[in-house]
């Protein structure tokens, strides 16, 4: 029951935990993966499947691995009766969405040994590949979107997340899309 909770707030909330975890460049550009290769490598140590392992052994994840590991999950859950889309936000994962079926309940299945490990790096990597803090990430972003000026701080962003909604006025969903995607988001989306 706790793990099915946990399941449901995570196909939920995916574009949050991207937001967490994410940063703001080049979609088209494979990032360094020096910054995350030994995690990633240890990541490998985690993985129940040979798929995994081979993706996660070089410290590297790429777009074309990343969507290897994609359609073996999609290709379990429509085994499972459940069809399922890669969802994207300006090129960039951002999830999937589902169709039909009990996708609660396929997802937990197929995902270990598919996106269970792979996911989360991917989307680590890809928006911060330098492995800056969030905040840095973020107020890079913002700057890089014309959101913010180049004298804006991390202190600022800390004052204005409190009240994002006033703070950030129309450029609101570009400071959600920032804090998703961070140096993933493409300048001028």
Not at 2 to 10: E, G, Q, V
Not at 65 to 94: K, P, W, Y
Not at 112 to 124: A, K, L, R
Not at 157 to 176: H, I, N, V
Request: overall charge negative.
């Amino acid at each position: 029951m706790k793990r099915s909770a946990s399941l449901i707030w995570r196909l939920a909330l995916l574009p949050l935990a991207a937001l967490l975890l994410a940063g703001g460049c080049s979609p088209t550009v494979e990032p360094e993966p020096s910054a995350w290769r030994e995690d990633v490598i240890r990541a490998a140590e985690e993985a129940t499947s040979p798929l995994e392992r081979e993706i996660l052994s070089d410290g590297a994840i790429t777009e074309a691995e990343f969507r290897e590991a994609f359609a073996a999950f999609q290709e379990c859950m429509d085994g499972l009766g459940v069809a399922i889309e890669m969802t994207e936000s300006h090129g960039q994962f951002a999830g999937f969405s589902t169709g039909s079926g009990d996708a609660d309940q396929a997802a937990e299945t197929c995902r270990p040994g598919t996106i269970d490990i792979i996911e989360p790096w991917f989307v680590q990597i890809r928006g911060n590949p330098a492995r800056d803090s969030q905040p840095e990430v973020t107020v890079r972003c913002l700057k890089r979107m014309g959101v913010v000026g180049e004298g804006y701080s991390v202190a600022d962003l800390e004052r204005d997340q409190t009240s994002a909604d006033t703070a950030f006025g129309p450029g609101l969903q570009l400071y959600l899309d920032c804090l998703t995607l961070g140096d993933a988001l493409p300048k001028g989306e």
